[in-house]
């Protein structure tokens, strides 16, 4: 399976094979966006329709194959214009190859990454226990996830504001820090004391949903009363705000795993690389649940998640779609494989 990833501003492919990484390819646009503290849209489907090509071809080279059985796009959601170079590069693929092609969501990719085997990765790709709870934390979302079998979800709770990859960018601006933030403050965190500098968790109890804006406010205002911060101080900043993330994020996916009755526990999303949310979600597996998390390659946006994703909804999918595959190569045009309703992307609600 080939997967194509363009929804924000990384265009990313790979190829996967059984849970197994074969080659990933991710061409990061930090560097065209940070000048602007901030991902351009109109920037970013410019950059994907130059680089689409080279890193699809690179990555078929990588896993040693000029073309693939099945051909995975983001569907959504994310930027309009570059998830449409994605899209029409995988239909075009598909085309010339008379293969099927299927839509992912996002989302589901990055809830499924954490059973990807990465490549030269040794053992076997992991099967995660149901009924599960996914937490999905990123630049864009933060989400926590119900899914009591494969391919079936139910949104518990959703930021009410800011997520919180978001907030850590907002902050790092006002820090000094640059943009992206979020890896700035979780390697400056590292060197920091978290006491020193403690933050409120933003429980919103009686509630699954979650809100960072507050600790954007609180940042200032300790910006304002202590004047601009020695190096010292940003860091024990840094460790403060990290520890108040995670701690957030983790105490509300512990009160809704034991709610809920669930089995195993999955992180996703690229705030899934914050080494301090990673130490804490880890913890769980001492609560009985099987806890997952992305090998650090696979927690940002990444082609692999997305063709790990389609290959999950073809075992899924109707006796007649996975047919499909059998008849390959085929003629005419490329099938668009169609699961049963309750699978498609309209099931993440």
């Not at 920091?192 to 968790?201: H, I, K, L, N, S």
């Not at 692999?304 to 389609?310: E, P, R, T, Y």
């Not at 290959?311 to 049963?340: E, I, N, Q």
Request: net charge positive.
């Amino acid at each position: 399976m080939l997967g194509i990833e363009t929804s924000c501003d990384e265009t990313a492919a790979a190829v996967v094979a059984g849970g197994r990484v074969l080659s990933s390819v991710v061409s990061s646009q930090i560097r065209l966006h940070r000048r602007y503290r901030g991902v351009v849209p109109e920037l970013a489907s410019r950059a994907h329709l130059q680089k689409i090509a080279s890193v699809v071809g690179r990555a078929l080279a990588d896993a040693g194959m000029d073309r693939a059985d099945a051909v995975a796009f983001t569907a959504g959601p994310g930027l309009v214009g570059s998830l449409l170079v994605g899209k029409v590069a995988a239909e075009t693929l598909a085309r010339l190859w008379r293969c099927p092609i299927i839509g992912v969501n996002h989302l589901e990719g990055h809830i499924v990454a954490a059973e990807l085997l990465p490549p030269g990765g040794e053992g076997a790709p992991g099967r995660m226990r149901y009924p599960l709870l996914a937490l999905i934390v990123s630049g864009g979302h933060t989400d926590l996830v119900l899914s009591v079998r494969p391919g079936r979800y139910r949104v518990l709770g959703r930021t009410r504001d800011d997520a919180a990859g978001e907030a850590f960018d907002k902050i790092a601006r006002m820090l000094g820090l640059g943009y992206p933030g979020g890896p700035v403050i979780d390697r400056l965190a590292a060197a920091g004391r978290a006491e020193a500098a403690p933050f409120p968790r933003p429980l919103l109890p009686g509630s699954w949903d979650f809100s960072f804006s507050g600790l954007k406010t609180a940042v200032h205002y300790r910006l304002r009363d202590e004047g601009t911060p020695d190096r010292r101080r940003v860091a024990d900043l840094c460790a403060g705000l990290s520890e108040a993330v995670a701690d957030t994020l983790v105490r509300k996916t512990a009160d809704a795993a034991k709610r809920f009755r669930v089995r195993g526990l999955i992180l996703g999303g690229g705030v899934a690389a914050n080494a301090v949310l990673r130490r804490k979600f880890l913890a769980l597996e001492h609560l009985g649940y099987q806890v997952a998390v992305p090998h650090l390659s696979l927690c940002t946006d990444n082609g692999a998640m997305i063709a790990h994703a389609a290959g999950r909804m073809l075992a899924l999918a109707r006796p007649s779609a996975r047919r499909a595959l059998a008849a390959l190569p085929g003629k005419g045009s490329p099938r668009r494989l169609r699961p049963d309703p309750a699978l498609a992307l309209r099931s993440w609600r």
